[in-house]
């Protein structure tokens, strides 16, 4: 579940990123060292930490 947290919230938009191109960044928002940090990055990723959430609640349920 760990692992799958970050491929959600962080390596999920990198790879939108790669499909889309540039038309991803839009509204920086701040750097991280040298990194630029866009609104879009953090939309992708807390909407994919909220379906891995989902996804687990589910998983809890069935298994109780």
């Known amino acids: 579940a760990i692992i799958l947290g970050y491929l959600a919230t962080a390596a999920f ?7 889309v191109g540039n038309f ?3 509204a920086l928002m701040y750097y991280v060292g040298e990194t630029p940090i ?3 990055y953090v939309i992708v990723g ?3 930490a909220i379906i ?5 609640c589910i ?3 069935k298994v109780c």
Not at 52 to 56: F, H, K
């Open 52 to 56: 891995i959430t989902t996804l687990n």
């Open 13 to 19: 938009p990198t790879v939108i990123k790669y499909m």
């Open 59 to 61: 998983g809890i349920k």
């Open 46 to 48: 807390v909407v994919m």
């Open 24 to 26: 991803f960044n839009y």
């Open 38 to 40: 866009y609104v879009s």
